[in-house]
């Protein structure tokens, strides 16, 4: 019996750590290229660039 509920969790476990994976991406930082929105010594940084800050609309999943 004991077997039985240490599998169990076990498996749980496994199950519920795939699922928060998922839900975080893992980008890779690209060197930054001056755009438009980049004026006076001011830069804009997009997603994935490097020196950018992740905000809330980072982690909205894509549709």
């Not at 039985?4 to 980008?27: M, N, S, W």
């Not at 438009?36 to 994935?48: R, S």
């Amino acid at each position: 019996m004991k077997k039985l509920v240490l599998i169990t969790l076990l498996a749980c476990g496994v199950a519920f750590t795939g699922f928060a994976q998922d839900k975080k991406e893992k980008c890779k930082k690209s060197k930054h290229e001056c755009k438009e929105q980049c004026k006076d010594g001011k830069h804009v940084y997009n997603h994935g660039e490097k020196k950018h800050k992740c905000k809330k609309e980072c982690e909205k999943p894509k549709a």
